[in-house]
């Protein structure tokens, strides 16, 4: 268990459909940091939060958004759902906002749609 | 955005041989760091590298971050079926994210 937790971790929905995932940092961290891996790809970036606040944006469709909360969860919501937004979703976190010392990285939700 | 290349993006080794991969950026890195993700896993962090021609080891793992902070690699000693996986580097030159290189995925034959 790596402190950061996310759930679900497996997601199916249809196209078009609207889905929320949603993290829990491990205890301390202020940063949040939303990543997408596609089959067989990278982690792509996507956006980051720290304290409440968004501090960072990646390659973030407008269809995404996230919030992170006062108790510093944070969700991702993705709507109008696409077959190519199937993939698996990490949430990391961390103390220091430029992540130095490393992220911490959730088990990641699995969001396949169909 | 930044670009990140590792080479090679596939490896297979025999158990007991060695392994590197790479990591080049076209640009200074500020700091660079290092993570393992396993089949079916989440990325682990392994290590964070920031002055020029750095040298760290974990074991059968060694690092280093070039002298014009351009490019870092990451060598394992005597591989063992456990190394499977993916090793990515990551430029941390941003105040505020990572950018995951490619990753190297590594398999290990017994």
């Known amino acids: 268990d790596s402190g950061v937790t996310q759930t679900p971790k497996h997601l199916i929905t249809a196209t078009g459909q609207r889905v929320t995932l949603r993290c829990s940092p491990r205890s301390g961290d202020l940063s949040v940091y939303w990543y997408q891996q596609s089959l067989d790809q990278g982690l792509q970036f996507l956006i980051q939060?720290?304290?409440?606040?968004?501090?960072a944006k990646g390659n973030i469709l407008e269809r995404f958004s996230a919030q992170q909360f006062p108790d510093l969860h944070s969700e991702l919501n993705l709507s109008s759902l696409e077959l190519g937004d199937s993939a698996l979703y990490f949430c990391?976190?961390?103390?220091?906002?430029?992540?130095?010392?490393?992220?911490?990285f959730g088990s990641g939700t699995r969001l396949t749609v169909v | 955005g930044q670009q990140v290349m590792q080479i090679p993006q596939y490896q297979h080794v025999q158990e007991g041989e060695d392994f590197t991969t790479y990591c080049n950026s076209s640009t200074t890195l500020s700091n660079i760091q290092w993570y393992k993700q396993r089949p079916g896993g989440h990325p682990v962090f392994l290590i964070q590298l920031v002055k020029s021609g750095e040298v760290k080891k974990q074991k059968r793992l060694t690092f280093q971050f070039g002298e014009a902070k351009k490019n870092s690699s990451l060598h394992i000693t005597a591989t063992q079926t456990t190394d499977v996986g993916t090793y990515f580097c990551a430029d941390g030159t941003g105040a505020n994210n990572l950018f995951f290189g490619t990753g190297t995925r590594l398999t290990v034959i017994p």
């Open positions: 990391a976190s961390s103390l220091p906002p430029g992540g130095e010392g490393g992220y911490t």
């Open positions: 939060y720290y304290n409440g606040e968004e501090r």
